[in-house]
């Protein structure tokens, strides 16, 4: 069947796909080709040729772009941390091929499903008829039935749909001599599956076979298409309950003597970042965040309300203090208690004086309101608190002279003595003396408020699980700049191909004008053992001419869990590379000539690249002062050697919880 | 709880489990540490580091290595490859932590359910009381549940094992002032989940949580394990049965004029390739293989009996005609008739004289006979075909007079015109007209015949599923060499990972005295798309003093899709790497100097590497001819730049029907 089937008023289904994913501002499709997803491809290709014309059924005319990731687990990863800038409303897409490329995806897809991000996954499946008949295909497992990927898709991803079975029920079918089909539920289901996945913040999954790219849907959803918008809101709260909560709430922080806000992970994934710092503003209160809910509201020297990150027995003494002793009504934003999230379960506080803001319900100490959303109730908070604000404010300021003495707020360096007391006498004895420890290396200690003197305003900053993600917590961010971490899933190798997605989506929002995206850097923070996992996705950033600074820090291993278990063991080393050949491999030699073909003429110019070393502490100063460097107008991989067996306090204090933990 | 639990009888649960893959002859367990499985692990080094000694309850006594990789998915392919070489009874070992890490394996195992390799998965999971309270853990869903993972293992794997739902059921439970708990169903269960797994030819999986691991078993498992063997063969077959079926056989072989036997894929996983090669031997008959079979008989000058390649339609006129005219009987063994192995399901065969043998039942025309295995069946039918076996091999010889005059079956290169034929006027003309193409690019056409004469007796060949496995199907092997290659799962990327598998398989087997692997060299071909995904594998190698040789064929993109569908469109295209870097970047830098570490004592040394390229024939000749690069005592990584467009005949055949199976 050839895309010019179906009548003049009917519209073909990979059309209606493409037009919905359009409405939904999707900017690129990820993935890697596979043959029974091939057609699909193309009709992107074609969709994308025509975007702005006449046959354009989406609404701003900007078809969403294919970029080609070099594996199917990179192409998750990076459409996470694409969906991570772009917002919760603006979800990712990733396509891949039935069996192989679907599987390898799998965990990709299952991190976005715990950490809250909304993409859609399609795979492209081989022809309804070749499934009916069970036909032995490649990338199947040998036993006729197709049923095995979907039902892995079940346990990963928040709704389901595969076209084969649709036509199977007889829902799918052709009318008129082939020319337009019965398609009603088809569209009507497809619009279901990504309203789910914009809503809930959470991956959807649609099998695609391959016959019914072109099944040509009826002309009733060409017009479903402009009259039905998709329904990616959630309602609004019914007015009684949302009065009754909003008035116990307010109660409790006029009787309060001091209220604070701790904004965590679903504030960002549910979309609530303006609501809540509307709230902050208006209530004058102080704020925290825990490490998955930070720089969802400004901690720059701007906001006088900001008093750090919250980690339960993680957490900086002079917070704790505060959340744990001083306050006395905690209103949470999007709460997420996971280990990571919560210093391993060791919050000190206690349920009687926490309010919990949810995205589905709201729990006042002992009570819960099923079905009033946070995002009704905070506009209507920030009201109710707005009268008293400046009063609060004033409070506020007090208070957080307290956190405010944290070394690590002000991302001031630590004195020698600071410094040599992370190591241990015989780690100082191993690199040459105290000497060469404060004057030279660079250690886990100077590193990150080095790093937090480094950044500036609009900076997204992705840092991968383990000595990364943990060194940026303690970091304390410039304003509109970003942390991006996997701290729930915490998969390991997320973050190099995350950066891909980071860097695409400054990009579309560069285009769209957004002057922070436009300002703003994107900057990785990984390790050397981490690296390995995905490092290939790099060649995709400098086909795309996009300009990272990535962070290799180089310990020898994987650190993390030297922490946690095995600090000599052989199984946590790993093959040493020779980073500095890394980006010139990841780009044509020198003589490279490439072929002729008129689809290369769109490809973005490939960027530059810059490799730097950086063994000592007056190496890595003079790069980060480097004005060229800070241009960050290349692909730029920096490798920190650091020494091995040092880690941030926050990880060293994990490391020992989770150990005990896994005993 | 420490390694020391337990009183002096019992034994701890993964002594237990060690000690069983000890039995199995598991030479190495690969994987990627996580903080679930790092205390698993230190009982791997520990039991590794006391093998031989009293304390081991092995036979062989001789304990499994760890061997780490660049990521999980690569871990499943290396093991996938081991289990290849070393053979149907030997299953291979993967472990990985608890979601982000089995997820990454999902593809990998898969593949092994796919294609019937034995792989046991162990997951290193949160301790069973985390998972009863149902703690917001790192690595999971954060819906406090942890039955996913193990629904998704259900999907890939032939039988599952999850300790903490033993532990759940009281089926595991601490005895004595915690010395000695009531184990023995975890004993049994465990044995029964090994045995599947190399008995059926397929990967399993098993859920340790960490807590479990040094779980106290009584002193019975410990008389288990050196009392009850595990029970890895199939039980013989019934007598009657068996002789019926033996008889209707003989007779039917007996009145035809012209039996042929077709070697297929089960008879490699299944475990009959000595009892096929003695049946070949004493009937005299003409063989054939299909793609996936192929190898399993000697195809070298050496076996007159043996006649080519069936691939259905795809296959050279010479073995059709054969197949499909001459042949009044064809007795096929281990037969998977999937769309790649059969050229797109293209057999002009028919049931009425078609014999199968299987593992587990023998189909003689329409009859089947359910519960008569192939392992018993074919020792007599060897025996009953001995008698008439001289003038069969006259009659064979005979017939394949015919086959042999196929040109690719004794590598012989083609003729210039041959060359010319495989081309497009507008192709030569794109490569510098007639002569340039002759004389000096390297074609599909003389690259496969070329290197069939390359290979030697001994060598294993990896295809990857592509340009590289279609063009080996072309080649003709010399003795006791073996082609490997994922013709059904066909999963991109698996032969860089698997490669790793098969250089640990051949140093297994040279230990072990092997003669042809001693003499054979491992040798990969795969193209530059495939290699994107998965070249950090080449990493370990390097780490583990292997020597393979990599064949890269740079065609600049996806080549098989291209032949598919979309020749010019860009998502086929790839980010050119620049290859002549790639080895030296997967290993130390020159000045790199590793930290004094006693666990690195006992590692093997790193290999040299080498890297060429070629452009043209005369380059590939004279490097294939050198006597140092024949040695293949490097990591050798060869780039042999090819043009776009080109690939081998049946690869362009299966393309064309693969392309309209899709519309």
Partial sequence: MSSSAGTRNSILLSEYLLSRLEQLNVPVIQGVPGDYSLGLLSQFLDHHAKSGSKQNHGINGKAPEWIGNANELNATYSADGLARVLGPQRPSVVVTTMGVGELSAANGIAGCYSERIPVIHIVGTPTSSAQEHGLLLHHTLGDHKFVAFGQIARQITAAQLDFALLKREGRMQLMEKDSEGTGEDAARELDRILEVCVRQALPVYIALPSDLVHFPLPASCKHRLTEQSLQTGFSPNKADSEAYVLRVITDKVTNAKCPVILVDACTLRHNVVKETRALVASSGLPIFTTP?????????????????????????????????????????????????????????????????????????????????????????????????????????????RVARRIPTFNNKLPTPQEEL???????????????????????????????????????????????????????????????????????????????????????????????????????????????????????????QGLTPLIFVLNNDGY???????????????????NHSLLLDLLRPPPNYRRPTNPS????????????????????????????????????????????????????????????????
């Fill in 600 to 663: 290369h003429a769109s490809d973005p110019e490939m960027s530059k690249t810059a490799y730097h070393a950086t063994h000592t502490k007056a190496e890595l100063h003079a790069l980060l002062k480097d004005e060229e460097f800070n241009k960050a107008d290349k692909c730029t991989l920096v490798e920190v050697f650091m020494p091995r067996g040092d880690a941030p306090a926050a990880l060293r204090r994990q490391a020992e919880m989770s150990s005990s933990t896994n005993a």
């Fill in 292 to 400: 998955m809910g930070k720089t969802a509201v400004d901690e720059s020297d701007a906001n006088p309300q900001y008093g750090g990150v919250y980690i339960g027995s993680i957490s900086s003494p002079e917070v704790k203090e505060v959340i744990e002793e001083k306050a006395d009504l905690i209103i949470a934003i999007g709460t997420l208690q996971s280990d990571f999230n919560t210093g391993n379960f060791s919050y000190r506080t206690r349920r009687e004086s926490t309010i919990e803001l949810h995205s589905d319900r709201i729990c006042v100490a002992f009570a819960t309101y099923e079905g009033v959303r946070m995002k009704g109730l905070l506009p209507k908070l920030t009201d109710a608190l707005k009268k008293h604000g400046r009063q609060r404010l004033e409070k506020t300021e007090e208070l957080l």
């Fill in 421 to 543: 007391s992370t190591f241990t006498h015989e780690q100082i004895g191993a690199m040459g003396g105290s000497q060469s420890v404060t004057s030279s290396i660079i250690s886990q200690a100077y590193l990150w408020p080095r790093v937090g003197q480094f950044l500036r305003p609009g900076d997204r900053v992705i840092g991968e699980t383990g000595t990364s993600a943990f060194g940026l917590m303690e970091v304390r961010f410039p304003r509109d700049a970003q942390f991006l971490a996997q701290v729930l899933w915490g998969s390991i190798g997320w973050s190099c191909p995350a950066t891909l997605g980071v860097s695409l989506g400054m990009r579309e929002l560069t285009k769209q004008g957004d002057a922070a995206a436009k300002q703003g850097r994107t900057i990785l923070f990984i390790g050397d053992g981490s690296l390995q996992l995905t490092l290939q996705e790099i060649g995709t950033m400098i086909r």
């Fill in 559 to 577: 650190e993390i869990e030297r922490q946690i278990h095995g600090a000599e063991a052989s199984y946590n080393d790993i093959q040493p590379y």
